[in-house]
């Protein structure tokens, strides 16, 4: 499975974007999908993760409330749509995959991933 990560920019604080995670390669209906983020100077990070079927979703608390998850298996793309920005959320934002049919696996460590897209820049001003 190859990951294409898209969507990142600059946006004022308070501001919105929507992230895309494209897949091709194999098919993306039997994988669970998550992203992650990292900033300068600190570890990557996960974010939010969503079922092979969109079925159930988990976020980081850092997330809950601002941030949602979503995915388009006919179009083999996974979303992630980001509400209220602030500063400390800009970072590289990348997404990931692993094989999973599970509804209640939600792992956080980035090793249990797979396949990684490129990364996409969030720049978020004040």
């Known amino acids: 499975v190859q990951l294409q990560a898209s969507g990142g920019g600059l946006v004022q604080a308070g501001g919105s974007l929507r992230l895309s995670c494209a897949a091709s390669g194999r098919t993306f209906n039997s994988y669970l999908v998550a992203w992650f983020r990292q900033a300068p100077g600190k570890e990557r990070e996960f974010v939010a993760a969503i079922t092979w079927n969109g079925g159930n979703t988990n976020s980081a608390d850092s997330a809950k409330g601002r941030f949602t998850i979503s995915r388009d298996n006919a179009k083999n793309t996974v979303y992630l749509q980001m509400n209220s920005l602030k500063p400390e959320d800009m970072a590289v934002y990348y997404c990931?995959?692993?094989?999973?049919?599970?509804?209640?696996?939600?792992?956080?460590?980035?090793?249990?991933?797979?396949?990684w897209g490129q990364g996409t820049l969030v720049t978020v001003s004040s």
């Open positions: 990931a995959a692993v094989s999973s049919v599970s509804n209640n696996w939600f792992p956080r460590e980035n090793t249990y991933y797979t396949y």
